[in-house]
């Protein structure tokens, strides 16, 4: 079972995760819903933010389940603030960076960091990448893996990370270790492995300027994507653009489609490459 958008509105968004579907709190879907209210009606769970963060099931649904999307397979939970383990608008990210690590003439090595769930660790490896994973999130590095199992890849060649990004990544730079290829997605706020605060406005800056100095002297690719409101893809191609060297740049928003519904907008990219 894969996923589906099945509609947005009313600043909500309905899913399909495999066979159940979830109903989760979405600011940007200011327009009306596509669909009738039957539909809506008819989620299995949602996720509600009013008095306290918390999942109402309209019937019992499993603590998590497995879906088969993009080629890999995934573990699916809902979580106290609303996630369920992965993002579905990486998913076009994912397929141009498979796309540059297959067409390389040489072995990848690769970076990801704010790694979450390994959606685009795991894309990386399964194209031919060497991939370092690295998240502060015990939990959510202990999730990656489970996901890397699950896809036949708890052998492939993946360095798991629990770490502070600013730390680690002055580390990597004193030990000379670069890589070809980046990717980051860093929260608009958040904590280190040692309780490091992070927010993206304070900190962006300095994590960027680390990038480049922690890629080879023939990088291939930087994708770097943010969900914070405000950072649109002009935004983004300012900030990435002041950082790198010379080579070809893309900007845009991610996008979840839907067969019978308005595409969702959810956060915005920029990519550098050669």
Wanted: glycine share 8%; net charge positive.
């Amino acid at each position: 079972m894969s996923y589906e958008l099945i509609d947005s509105g009313n600043g909500m968004k309905l899913e399909r995760f495999g066979e159940f579907t979830l109903l989760r709190p979405c600011a940007q879907a200011v327009w009306k819903p596509s669909l009738a209210q039957k539909v809506w009606d008819g989620a299995d769970a949602t996720f509600t933010r009013d008095k306290e963060n918390r999942w109402i099931y309209k019937k019992p649904i499993p603590k998590q389940w497995q879906i088969h999307w993009e080629g890999l397979h995934f573990k699916i939970a809902p979580t106290d603030f609303g996630h369920v383990g992965i993002f579905p608008e990486h998913a076009s990210l994912w397929k141009w960076m498979k796309e540059k690590i297959q067409s390389s003439p040489r072995k990848l090595e690769v970076l990801n960091l704010f790694a979450y769930s390994g959606g685009a660790t795991l894309a990386a490896a399964a194209a031919g990448a060497k991939v370092c994973h690295l998240d502060a999130s015990k939990g959510m590095v202990a999730w990656a893996r489970e996901n890397a199992n699950l896809n036949q890849m708890g052998t492939a060649p993946i360095r798991w990370i629990i770490d502070d990004v600013i730390k680690f990544l002055g580390r990597e730079i004193r030990r000379n270790q670069r890589y070809d290829g980046i990717i980051l997605d860093p929260p608009s706020f958040g904590r280190g492995a040692q309780g490091e605060v992070f927010k993206i406005e304070d900190h962006l800056g300095q994590i960027l300027e680390l990038c480049k100095n922690v890629l080879t002297d023939n990088p291939s690719f930087v994708i770097f994507s943010a969900h914070t409101p405000g950072f649109t893809p002009i935004v983004m191609r300012h900030l990435l653009g002041q950082v790198m060297p010379a080579g070809k740049m893309e900007t845009g928003e991610m996008v979840i489609t839907g067969k019978n519904t308005l595409d969702l907008p959810c956060g915005s990219y920029a990519r550098w490459f050669t």
